[in-house]
């Protein structure tokens, strides 16, 4: 069994490690990147099936700031591409019906997706008394802020595509810190984003860095392209399918056991990122931060399965346009929601074919994933049917089960994470994911820089 003295380990090469492990090359370290799998990317993979480019795992994300800046100093805009225009159009089933949902001031007034009575409600949002949302969940903020049905309707449905959760027992300091930040600096949400808006307009030119990109964005041949051209860039390729057996201290460092299709050997380091999914790094760290270890196992995860569907345009009630739709639980189905991956960005699916996106489980049906795949298609084809009118059964592409698949953090989550961080207080060691602080692409990715910054500053020198 060899022995390996290294800089700098990072566990994991989902978008968090792979991310980490470029800004710390960029800074002038070693990283070594370990992962189980046969592939970079974790669940950012894609797929190629009879012409089709299929999504595994997430679709799309938003090209926030950090992550702009993050692309620009790494020169991966290359590597990426945004929603065409329709993607702005997208749609929630209601009575088994597809209504567009508002996306500006004008179709959020005329939207028949809330009554008068709810509209009304949300408009006096700025004349109401600031109150605490520490603690809250989604659905107690929101129907305090805009009103009950405003949460259950739209709120509610937008975090059945994001989280595959329920509003009612998602926190609204982790979900919503935005909006929690508004009511506490104004008040209202509304004086709150205006006040936001004035500061930016103010400070004009003066703004150093990147800025937001509008639209949603995808690898150019889908993100598991995009997860192979970070991994390219790194200064030595990723170990994968090597497992960690043992992560201990040793001496001023760490020592790590691996396991690879090599056999087993040691790494020494001076440093380690975790940049795993919660219930892995709580595994990982029970011997040299057990109190975060226990923190970590608590990290509920929902499920999810995702389908992806080849469908004849022709062969269905409904036209097949704009980003997809969400299945809120008041349609009583299992089907999540469906994205339209083939009107979002070219080159996905043949010509004359549509490539959709299904996404069954959650905290909905959770069952899903040990249903074998005949029943989850037969309920996939039905709610399809429901919501599209299928004339002829789609074709199955791929069915992807994963068993832990979006963190679900509640209304505790906010204080769990600080008494995380404040348990793990092993100098080396830091933790990136999705779980700390958003489940987005671009979130977990920013996690894996803020963790490769905390690494360089506190260097052993």
């Avoid at 109150?131 to 405003?150: N, S």
């Avoid at 070219?346 to 004359?352: K, N, V, W």
């Avoid at 990136?432 to 990715?445: F, H, R």
Wanted: aromatic share 6%; glycine share 12%.
């Amino acid at each position: 069994m060899s022995r390996d003295d290294v800089d700098v380990v990072v566990v994991g090469a989902g978008v968090a490690g792979l991310a980490a492990a470029r800004e710390l090359a960029a800074a002038g370290r070693a990283p070594v990147v370990v992962d189980a799998n046969p592939r970079p990317g974790g669940v950012m993979q894609t797929d190629p099936v009879d012409g089709y480019r299929v999504e595994t795992g997430p679709n799309t994300f938003q090209a926030k700031a950090p992550f702009c800046d993050f692309a620009t100093r790494h020169a991966l805009w290359p590597e990426l591409t945004p929603s065409q225009s329709e993607s702005r159009k997208r749609w929630l089933l209601r009575g088994g019906r597809l209504v567009e949902l508002p996306h500006g001031l004008a179709s959020a007034v005329t939207t028949p997706l809330l009554s008068t009575r709810a509209k009304l409600r949300v408009l006096a949002e700025p004349f109401l008394p600031g109150g605490d949302p520490t603690r809250e969940t989604v659905d107690d903020f929101i129907t305090r802020r805009l009103g009950a049905e405003a949460s259950r309707e739209l709120v509610g449905a937008f975090l059945t595509g994001v989280y595959a959760g329920d509003e009612r027992r998602l926190g609204a300091e982790a979900v919503f810190p935005g909006l929690v930040a508004w009511e506490r600096s104004h008040g209202s949400l509304v004086r709150g984003a205006l006040a936001g808006l004035v500061k930016r307009l103010a400070r004009g030119e003066q703004d150093a860095g990147e800025k937001a990109r509008p639209g949603t964005w995808s690898g150019r041949d889908g993100l598991g392209s995009f997860a192979d051209a970070l991994a390219a860039g790194l200064p030595a390729p990723v170990h994968q399918r090597t497992c960690v057996r043992e992560l201990a201290r040793e001496g001023p460092g760490f020592r790590l056991g691996l396991e690879g299709p090599d056999g087993e050997w040691v790494l020494r380091a001076r440093q380690v990122i975790v940049a795993t999914p919660a219930f892995a790094a709580g595994a990982l760290l029970e011997d040299v931060a057990p109190e975060a270890a226990e923190a970590l196992s608590r990290i509920e995860y929902a499920p999810i399965v995702a389908v992806g569907l080849g469908v004849d345009p022709e062969q269905v009630r409904e036209t097949i346009e704009g980003f997809g739709f969400i299945a809120p639980r008041s349609e009583g189905g299992k089907l999540l929601g469906c994205l339209f991956m083939s009107r979002l960005f070219p080159g996905r699916a043949p010509e004359g074919r549509e490539l959709l996106h299904c996404m069954l489980g959650g905290v909905r049906w959770p069952e899903a994933v040990r249903e074998p795949d005949d029943v989850v298609l037969a309920a996939l084809h039905e709610d399809l049917d429901r919501a599209l009118g299928l004339r002829v059964t789609p074709q199955t592409l791929t069915v992807h089960r994963w068993e832990r698949a979006i963190p679900q953090p509640d209304r505790e989550h906010v204080h769990r994470m600080t008494e995380l961080r404040r348990r793990i207080a092993v100098p080396g060691i830091v933790l990136a994911g999705s779980y700390l602080a958003g489940v987005s692409v671009a979130d977990t990715l920013e996690s894996g820089v803020a963790a490769a910054a905390a690494l360089v500053e506190t260097a052993p020198r």
